[in-house]
């Protein structure tokens, strides 16, 4: 329809000024939004008040819901509209005045004078109130449907998932409650089953639940121990390793706090347990080390067969290891007396101590990988393929008796060229070098002098107890006349901490035995008793915590201790957390491995 809109003002001087517009709709809407036909302010006035519109019956006007205007003077939310009818809101007129021709209604529009333009700010404001919904229907309709969408359906589907039925299309189950996506390995074995974790509504995930699948993982504190203490029932597994962070964050929560805020009070809070008082990395406030050893215990010399090994834990400075061997490191890597036979070089660290798998231990050391390719077990230097058998004392003496009784019973071989490998020290009896023994007695008697005397030379003179501790009992039987003590040695001295050997082995400019010797004073062990291990001091040239981790002076300050040998001048310290160097779930402990 065409409305013509006549808007009427009284200017300055009194004169009534009137601007006509001319508007073609369907419907003239009325109130204080911008696009409204008729654009009217105030506090009275809603955003979408009224609309005015024209049918076969004539013209009306009605109010959206709630709204009321004043109809020649009368409230109302509708009514029919003649020519001359007033219609009155908050102070402004509107009139129906006859329209000229080419026009389907006329409006006189007389806006309220009192009105400022601070009203027309107010006009792009959203209020609840100038709508249909008021703010107090809004909130229990949001608070309805909150409760709908985020808590009922969800708490529902919580039992078709337990049934192991899938959630209907389209709604909301409690995933809706994630607060954020799981690490790959939660994943991976919950999937999309909250309940695998959640067992217990509005719970926090409880530690029965994670020891379903972690059944191996042991506690921090054993159970008779934590009796001993005041701890209390300990932690939640949740309150260390925290969920729903995505893989982009690290699922154990690295707060030294954690740790610190027991061991800092080891005193009042472990009791008769004796714990030493750890506040951080740095000196005086972390412990010397202590060092896991294995002793033989109970091995009187007539009852080697009754002993045992034992574990003992004690501080490193001063300690000790019972391997029972002879071994010196200060002469296998001197290369004027020692060399490989590969390529006559000096011995390296590498040559006998090979990384694990792990990146943090040591292959163990056997006679087989680690000696063999320097050192011959052959006894005799006319048959130098004739190896005894390594660890088997008694099965030695036997093969010695054998081979001595075959060689006399049967004719000499031909004198054959030495080895190039090490036999144990040689003795200089021109016959036994060029493999000839000489007897006058019977050949059975012979046979039996010659196996009595290289059994006691490999015992009791120049062969195993080379590199063994060999107890003679004296007994009349030569079988059971030697043994040998038995040998472990140390696999893993520090169970309770880590050491990842692959990331040191460049140490500053150093890299290859004088890494190594940063660390291990080997060159100056003359024993295989020697633990050749560092203490925290040297430790402490590389790392300290986090508030500490800037640069060093080129000494310990609190010990003196000197840096790597290469490097001048201050350098960089790495700053370590307590989790860098220690697990709080305990593993099985591999303290030794068998020789």
């Known amino acids: 329809m065409e409305v013509l809109l006549r808007y009427l003002r009284q200017n300055q001087s009194g004169a009534i000024e009137f601007l006509d517009t001319a508007v073609a709709t369907d419907e003239i809407t009325i109130g204080s939004a911008a696009d409204s036909t008729v654009q009217l302010l105030g506090r009275a006035v809603a955003n979408k008040h009224a609309e005015i519109r024209q049918s076969t019956s004539g013209l009306s006007i009605a109010c959206r819901r709630g709204n009321r205007v004043e109809i020649n003077g009368q409230r109302c939310a509708s009514q029919r509209l003649a020519v001359g009818d007033t219609i009155g809101l908050d102070g402004h007129r509107l009139v129906v005045i006859e329209p000229p021709v080419g026009f389907d209604v006329a409006i006189e529009v007389r806006p309220d004078a009192s009105v400022n333009a601070s009203e027309f700010e107010a006009a792009f404001v959203t209020d609840l109130d100038r709508t249909w919904l008021s703010r107090r229907k809004a909130s229990w309709f949001l608070l309805a449907a909150t409760l709908l969408v985020g808590l009922a359906i969800p708490l529902s589907m919580i039992s078709l998932h337990r049934d192991g039925r899938a959630t209907p299309f389209a709604l909301p189950d409690d995933r809706l409650w994630s607060?954020?996506?799981?690490?790959?390995?939660?994943?991976?074995?919950?999937?999309?089953?909250?309940?695998a974790c959640h067992q217990q509504l509005f719970l926090h995930v409880q530690d029965p639940a994670c020891m379903e699948c972690h059944k191996n993982t042991r506690g921090h504190i054993s159970k008779e121990h934590r009796a001993l203490t005041r701890l209390g029932d300990g932690q939640r597994c949740g309150e260390c390793h925290a969920e729903h962070r995505g893989d982009a964050e690290p699922l154990m929560v690295e707060d030294d706090q954690l740790c610190v805020g027991c061991h800092a009070e080891s005193g009042r809070l472990f009791g008769s347990i004796k714990v030493q008082k750890v506040t951080d990395f740095a000196p005086q406030q972390h412990p010397a080390f202590s060092v896991a050893l294995q002793k033989l215990t109970g091995a009187a010399e007539l009852a080697l067969v009754d002993s045992k090994w034992v574990s003992l834990r004690v501080p490193l400075t001063g300690a000790h290891e019972q391997s029972n061997l002879k071994f010196s490191h200060k002469q296998h890597l001197d290369g004027r007396k020692v060399t490989r036979l590969s390529d006559s070089g000096a011995l390296k660290c590498a040559?006998?101590?090979?990384?694990?798998?792990?990146?943090?231990?040591?292959?163990?050391?056997?006679?087989?990988?680690?000696?063999?390719?320097c050192h011959t077990l052959a006894f005799d230097v006319s048959a130098p393929n004739r190896q005894l058998p390594?660890?088997?004392?008694?099965?030695?003496?036997?093969?010695?008796?054998?081979?001595?009784?075959?060689?006399y019973f049967d004719?000499?071989?031909?004198?054959?060229?030495?080895?190039?490998?090490?036999?144990?020290?040689?003795?200089?009896?021109?016959?036994?070098?060029?493999?000839v023994d000489v007897c006058t007695g019977a050949t059975t008697v012979c046979a039996r002098q010659r196996a009595a005397r290289e059994i006691e030379k490999q015992f009791n003179g120049s062969g195993c107890v080379s590199c063994h501790v060999v107890v003679d009992t004296k007994d009349p039987d030569i079988h059971e006349r030697f043994q040998v003590t038995p040998v472990r040695l140390g696999y893993d001295y520090f169970p309770r901490a880590r050491f990842p050997h692959k990331t040191h082995e460049i140490q500053g400019k150093l890299t290859g035995d004088a890494a190594c010797e940063s660390c291990h004073a080997s060159r100056k062990s003359e024993h295989a008793t020697d633990l050749l291990l560092p203490d925290v001091d040297t430790c402490f040239r590389c790392h300290r915590d986090r508030a500490g981790a800037k640069f060093a002076p080129a000494t310990s300050v609190s010990t003196g201790v000197a840096k790597p040998p290469g490097d001048n001048g201050p350098q960089k310290i790495v700053s370590l957390r307590c989790?860098?160097?220690?697990?709080?779930?305990?593993?099985?402990?591999?303290?030794?491995?068998?020789?």
């Open 179 to 195: 607060s954020g996506p799981l690490s790959a390995a939660h994943a991976h074995a919950a999937g999309a089953r909250c309940e």
């Open 351 to 373: 040559d006998c101590h090979l990384l694990a798998a792990d990146g943090e231990h040591f292959q163990p050391l056997s006679m087989a990988k680690s000696c063999s390719g």
């Open 390 to 407: 390594h660890g088997k004392p008694v099965d030695a003496m036997l093969m010695i008796e054998d081979y001595f009784t075959r060689k």
């Open 411 to 435: 004719p000499p071989p031909a004198p054959v060229r030495l080895p190039e490998r090490r036999l144990p020290d040689l003795d200089r009896d021109p016959a036994r070098q060029m493999g």
């Open 579 to 595: 989790i860098s160097c220690h697990a709080y779930h305990p593993t099985a402990r591999i303290i030794q491995r068998h020789y």
